[in-house]
């Protein structure tokens, strides 16, 4: 809040001297429309984000050319670049600066064909790249996460002053971006990480971003991260997310989540295909219908695209030629870590990252397919399922893979929940679905429900008892079992939606096997127990 007012106290300044001709003309701004609401929050657009700053601003270009630049950004590899020019075209001007010269080069020819040159400088000396940029400097980082980032910010360091602030945009653990903030602070100079979602296109044309940190340095960066964030119907793709590595974390578990969205549609595409014996044209098809419905989304719909795409070389569908092999950077694991730590189930989104293990020992599967054939174990696929209805089973499927997303999505908010919770960091879960609602890989008509889910009670403790989804569940319950039935019966392993469909079962069964546990642990280990008659730990002597 102090920094805030006293940055209002230099703009005024700068205003004034302005007026008097004593400092040029910098580029206009003007005040952004909305409105205060009683508990202290900004009202925009029907929506209400936390309240960054009392000063709402966006920005208007200038006609004349700037003479230094409204933030800088480092690191331009895809999505830096992109990120930039999608700065640029909104009006800010941006300088830009990468370790190799190509790189900035390709950027500055890029921002000249694209008519942004007037918007977009490159910088191939550091120094010349942060005196560019107007007091208080705002740096975005796009670098690869770990010693680059380190690297990085020791050099940014030495030219920065008190009060300038560095965004980190990379998917960094949060730990990491705690430490760093608390190492910076010590020189007066600000720090957040912000998750950054979309890939190529959406750096482009509009991502999901996730910034976490102080509100102090939120307020330097919020009216660029309003304009440049995918736009939706109930305002930018943006929000303060809360405090510390708060906004590194929820990227983290938005990762986990995509994880799962891409197991589970794979596992319908195998069934449809082995089990159903779709070809790939009626694939594309059926990917094509379901984006017109409750499953529409970004990445249903590419899958659609996926299945139709053929190779340029042979005509054959490119899909058939691509290796079983799936490639990770961290993130999904990293979401099973922290769901362990905090002792949140994540059954689904787990099964995601073990398939991506097992598809990763592509010589040993091939191996293990011999072996057992040999003795006479065919493997799935082998020999048509006989009396498959397709239009049944492409029903079945559909609500098949909805019910399994509304377990995988449950899991991804418990664990924000939990983290919440564990760092006082007072997520708003509802808030973060709507940021994701457009933008971001995991973006679907689906977020909007999630959203109403935790509108109608902020302290839900699951989305699998909330009214609507309940019913939803509860309609899909049969063919949800059917398919899991009929992949487990043919060999088509499914380990998404067979642990969505247990993780439901278990969550609504007032009473489990973890008596027998218990008891065993108590046998072998004296661990003792609880009972259900009386209060109290017990031990008993077994044997």
Not at 262 to 288: H, P, R, V
Request: net charge neutral.
């Amino acid at each position: 809040v102090v920094v805030g007012r006293h940055l209002r106290d230099v703009r005024r300044k700068e205003s004034s001297m302005r007026a008097l001709g004593v400092l040029p003309m910098a580029r206009t701004r003007v005040q952004s429309k909305g409105r205060r609401s009683k508990d202290g929050t900004w009202k925009k657009g029907g929506v209400r984000r936390p309240n960054a700053t009392q000063d709402r601003r966006c920005v208007v270009a200038s006609a004349e050319k700037p003479t230094t630049s409204r933030l800088g950004l480092v690191g331009l590899a895809v999505m830096g670049q992109n990120l930039a020019l999608n700065v640029a075209e909104k009006g800010f001007p941006i300088s830009v600066y990468n370790r190799s010269s190509e790189k900035t080069d390709a950027a500055v020819a890029r921002a000249e064909k694209e008519g942004l040159s007037d918007h977009l400088k490159g910088y191939k000396d550091l120094a010349e790249f942060v005196a560019s940029i107007e007091r208080p400097r705002s740096i975005i980082l796009l670098v690869k996460a770990g010693a680059p980032v380190d690297a990085t910010i020791e050099n940014l360091s030495k030219l920065l002053e008190p009060g300038d602030l560095i965004v980190d945009g990379g998917n960094e653990w949060y730990e990491n971006t705690e430490r760093r903030a608390a190492a910076l602070a010590e020189k007066g100079i600000l720090y957040m990480g912000m998750g950054v979602s979309g890939g190529e296109e959406g750096a482009r044309h509009g991502p999901s971003l996730m910034p976490g940190g102080s509100l102090e340095a939120y307020a330097l960066i919020e009216d660029v991260v309003e304009k440049v964030a995918a736009q939706v119907d109930d305002g930018p793709c943006v929000t303060y997310v809360g405090p510390g590595g708060a906004g590194n974390f929820v990227k983290m578990v938005h990762n986990g989540i995509e994880y799962g969205d891409m197991q589970l549609i794979s596992e319908a595409y195998d069934i449809l295909k082995t089990i159903g014996g779709l070809t790939n044209e009626e694939l594309a098809e059926t990917f094509s219908e379901w984006n017109k419905g409750e499953l529409n989304s970004f990445l249903i719909e590419i899958t659609a695209n996926i299945m139709a795409k053929r190779d340029e070389e042979n005509g054959a569908f490119l899909v058939d030629n691509i290796l079983d092999k799936t490639g990770m950077k961290g993130t999904g694991k990293w979401t099973v870590q922290q769901a362990a730590e905090l002792s949140v189930a994540a059954p689904t989104i787990a099964a995601s990252l073990d398939s991506r293990f097992l598809s990763g020992a592509k010589e040993e599967r091939v191996a293990a397919s011999s072996f057992y054939e040999k003795i006479g174990m065919s493997p799935a696929g082998s020999s048509p399922v006989p009396g498959i209805d397709k239009a049944q089973l492409v029903d079945d499927v559909q609500q098949a893979l909805y019910a399994s997303k509304v377990c995988s999505y449950a899991q991804g908010m418990n664990l924000l929940r939990a983290k919440s919770l564990e760092r006082g960091w007072d997520l708003k879960l509802g808030e973060m679905a709507r940021i994701w609602k457009g933008g971001c890989i995991i973006r679907a008509v689906f977020l909007e429900d999630i959203k109403k889910a935790y509108d109608r009670d902020a302290e839900l403790a699951s989305l699998l008892v909330d009214p609507v989804f309940a019913a939803a569940l509860r309609d899909r319950e049969s063919a949800w079992r059917r398919v899991v039935t009929l992949a487990i019966g043919a060999g088509v392993g499914a380990p998404g939606m067979t642990s969505s469909l247990g993780y439901f079962d278990t969550y609504r069964r007032a009473r489990l096997p973890a008596n027998l546990v218990q008891a065993q642990r108590d046998y072998f280990g004296s661990h003792t127990y609880e009972r259900v008659d009386r209060s109290g730990w017990h031990h008993t002597l077994w044997s």
